[in-house]
């Protein structure tokens, strides 16, 4: 058993994009999601990677993919992220990322992903980088399915809460652990242990990081792994309409 142990968020912090992003051309591949249900979950989604992640926009994109996911076959799901981690998701790690995770298991630590996305994404993740542990959000299933309902949402104190409850399990002393995260909505989550690191923050989190004298990281090398396959729907619907509501959203956040 490690004396400590390093959290790291997900989304912006070990992948250079959202993992829900990055799933979404397997996704419609599979006849899982439409183009209606891209449309609808796109603001939400984009919003949230080119500004700060603020609760409300963080709140947006929880409603959204809770109604996109319900009624999914569970084992259907859970085959498309597993085929899916090869080509979309290992081209998004950080290599930085890599190395810290690598130091922190030389040094004797355990390693815990903290994340608000799906248990279903975030462990075959784990399982990829070599993780000890995890710490996600829970979808209600019913009959092999999900009904839309989120049992466990692990966002914003949730997160620093699950992380107490999982260092009184394994005797961590927080106070000898790391934190890494991108996102001001995690400052909870860095104040909560000993050695908070700011990993590309946003503007909100890098004020904080300085005020309170917090390290900071950029890190820019995602890992190039495999081939970042897309289908032409992917290429045309997708990456267009982020280009035009990232343009949207910068001017709005402008006004």
């Known amino acids: 058993m490690a004396g400590a142990a390093a959290f790291f968020d997900l989304d912006k912090t070990i992948l250079a994009t959202s993992a829900a992003i990055a799933l979404s051309g397997p996704l419609v591949r ?3 999601v439409s183009r209606v249900d891209i449309a609808r979950s796109a603001q939400a989604q984009l919003s949230y990677l080119l500004l700060d992640a603020s609760h409300e926009r963080t709140e947006r ?3 959204a993919l809770a109604e996109m996911v319900t009624g999914w076959s569970v084992a259907d799901f859970d085959r498309v992220v597993a085929d899916a981690l090869a080509t979309q998701i290992e081209p998004i790690v950080f290599r930085e990322a890599l190395d810290a995770i690598s130091t922190h298991h030389a040094a004797g630590h355990d390693v ?3 994340s608000a996305s799906a248990e279903a994404i975030v462990r075959p993740i784990m399982h990829l980088l070599g993780a000890d542990g995890m710490i996600a959000s829970r979808l209600e299933v019913a009959d092999g399915r999900y009904t839309g309902v989120i049992s466990s949402y692990n966002y914003g104190e949730a997160k620093p809460a699950a992380m107490a409850e999982m260092a009184r399990h394994h005797g961590w002393d927080l106070r000898r652990c790391w934190a890494y995260s991108d ?3 995690d400052e909870p989550l860095l104040r909560a242990v000993g050695h908070p690191v ?5 503007r909100a989190l890098a004020r904080i990081a300085r005020r309170e004298g917090w390290e900071v990281r950029i890190w820019r ?3 190039p ?3 970042n396959h897309r289908s032409p729907f992917l290429v ?3 990456t267009l309409a982020a280009v035009v509501l990232a343009v949207w959203a910068v001017r709005r956040a402008r006004r």
């Open 183 to 185: 996102s001001i909505t």
């Open 112 to 114: 815990v992903i903290v």
């Open 221 to 223: 090398s995602p890992v």
């Open 236 to 238: 045309t619907a997708v």
């Open 30 to 32: 599979s006849g899982l």
């Open 225 to 227: 792994l495999g081939r």
């Open 198 to 202: 700011a990993v590309n923050p946003d």
């Open 61 to 63: 994109m929880k409603e």
